[in-house]
């Protein structure tokens, strides 16, 4: 079973960026549309962006548009997160989440199956 661990989380002001990656053992994350959500104290889980198999497709939460950037690295068995211009609503735990089943092309957060154990971002004003 595949495991997914999250890191490059942390404190950082506001109009600052990070980059979170998300690194896949026990199988090949090529297969799998993926996903990064976020979860801030007292609220929803929400997904922030995904991107599917084969990277041609992607979505982003509307908040983040412009600012967050999702992409693939299959070298590293790798997907990452670069996020720009943050701001402090985007404090949150970020969680990376893989597709139950491979090979589809649908960007929905109930396709997801597959957690990491999150990674805090702290952006202060």
């Known amino acids: 079973q595949v495991q997914l661990a999250e890191s490059g989380g942390g404190l950082v002001q506001a109009g600052g960026s990070l980059r979170l990656p998300c690194a896949a053992s026990g199988g090949t994350l090529n297969m799998y549309t993926m996903g990064w959500f976020r979860q801030a104290p007292g609220k929803e889980r929400d997904l922030v962006a995904a991107?599917?198999?084969?990277?041609?497709?992607?979505y982003y939460l509307n908040s983040v548009k412009g600012r967050f950037t999702i992409s693939r690295d299959n070298a590293k068995n790798t997907v990452l997160l670069q996020m720009n211009n943050l701001k402090p609503e985007d404090t949150a735990v970020y969680y990376c989440?893989?597709?139950?089943?491979?090979?589809?092309?649908?960007?929905?957060?109930?396709?997801?199956?597959?957690w990491g154990q999150g990674t805090q971002v702290t952006v202060s004003s």
């Open positions: 991107t599917t198999f084969s990277g041609t497709d992607t």
């Open positions: 989440a893989m597709d139950r089943s491979p090979f589809r092309m649908i960007l929905a957060g109930d396709v997801f199956g597959s």
